[in-house]
T-cell receptor, first 115, second 116 residues
Framework: GAGVSQSPSNKVTEKGKDVELRCDPI?????LYWYRQSLGQGLEFLIY????????KSGLPSDRFSAERTGGSVSTLTIQRTQQEDSAVYLC?????????????FGPGTRLTVL | AQSVTQLGSHVSVSEGALVLLRCNYS??????LFWYVQYPNQGLQLLLK??????LVKGINGFEAEFKKSETSFHLTKPSAHMSDAAEYFC??????????????FGQGTILTVHP
């Protein structure tokens, strides 16, 4: 079946605008993760969802960042009032469950550039 | 809390030579350890993982890694480098329990260059 897909693949926006990044996990995967990959910070965890449990938002860098997961499937990461330091590749991953033996499969990422 | 340190942001080897990418971790709970590879403009792909049991784990593309608890290390090796191994490699740790359960903590990455 298809892997994790993300859209758009590239996004260029102006400082102060809001952006939405989409992630379609592998069908049947109950756990979904967002990570950010930037030159200065490397790969950082942002947020994860597991089934109907409250998401772990501990990695979100500010209250301008939020994410939701509708119907236990598709997830949207929203960044409000974007800043230049938000420029990065945003990676989504999904797994069958939260358990350690469940491999996280990564999407190709969305490259966000804030001008 | 856990952290990962990858020694050497760039490693260059000749084709056919041994590949050694170093990873040390810190974890307050028993760790589960992973190596991922990222080819240009692609997502991360799992190479191998250590959870429990045998400390020498074998992965795809001829890579293997050994978990050494006493040294808090999980170095990645391959006996003979191939041109197609050129990529960026990430070591990651995941807590076996506690409040950090589920999320991966990554090292800064090592770019492997293979020259003829």
């Amino acid at each position: 079946g298809a892997g994790v897909s993300q859209s758009p693949s590239n996004k260029v926006t102006e400082k102060g605008k809001d952006v939405e990044l989409r992630c379609d996990p592998i069908s049947g995967h109950t756990a979904l993760y967002w990570y950010r990959q930037s030159l200065g910070q490397g790969l950082e965890f942002l947020i994860y969802f597991q089934g109907n449990s409250a998401p772990d938002k501990s990695g979100l860098p500010s209250d301008r960042f939020s994410a939701e997961r509708t119907g236990g499937s598709v997830s949207t990461l929203t960044i409000q009032r974007t800043q230049q330091e938000d420029s990065a590749v945003y990676l989504c991953a999904s797994s069958l469950g939260q358990g350690t033996y469940n491999e996280q499969f990564f999407g190709p990422g969305t490259r966000l550039t804030v001008l | 809390a856990q952290s990962v340190t990858q020694l050497g942001s760039h490693v260059s080897v000749s084709e056919g030579a041994l590949v050694l990418l170093r990873c040390n971790y810190s974890s307050s709970v028993p760790p589960y350890l992973f190596w991922y590879v990222q080819y240009p403009n692609q997502g991360l792909q799992l190479l191998l993982k250590y959870t429990t049991g045998a400390t020498l784990v074998k992965g795809i593309n001829g890579f293997e890694a050994e978990f050494k608890k006493s040294e808090t290390s999980f170095h990645l090796t391959k006996p003979s480098a191939h041109m197609s191994d050129a990529a960026e490699y990430f070591c990651a740790v995941r807590a076996a329990g506690g409040t950090s359960y589920g999320k991966l903590t990554f090292g800064q990455g090592t770019i492997l260059t293979v020259h003829p």
